[in-house]
C-alpha cells in the first residue's frame, strides 16, 4: 500500500504588544521557511511528524492578530520511544 504526504492546519492567536507583530510573522517565516522538521502536537507528545511547514494566513487585528500555519508531513507519526512508525 502507498500511503500518500498529509496536511496538518494549526491555528493561533497572537497577543500583546501590537507594535511587536509583524516581528513575530517575520521571525516565524524565517524559521519556518524551506526546513523539513519534527513537528509534535501538544495532544500526542510521544510522537512526532516529519515535514514541511509555512505560514498559510496571517490576519493581523485591532486586539490579536490570527495566524495559521500549514505543515505537508510524511504519511506516518514517528514515535519518540522506539522509533516506530504508525499510521
Known amino acids: 500500500v502507498m500511503y500518500e504526504m498529509r496536511d496538518i492546519t494549526c491555528e493561533f492567536t497572537v497577543m500583546g504588544n501590537r507594535d511587536e507583530w509583524e516581528q513575530v510573522y517575520s521571525d516565524i517565516l524565517n524559521y519556518l521557511q524551506g526546513l523539513l522538521m519534527e513537528i ?48
Open 40 to 87: 509534535t502536537l501538544d495532544h500526542d507528545p510521544d510522537y512526532f511528524w516529519t515535514g514541511r511547514a509555512e505560514i498559510s494566513k496571517w490576519n493581523p487585528g485591532q486586539v490579536t492578530a490570527e495566524m495559521t500555519i500549514k505543515a505537508k508531513v510524511a504519511p506516518h507519526k514517528t514515535s519518540r520511544i522506539d522509533g516506530r512508525k504508525v499510521l
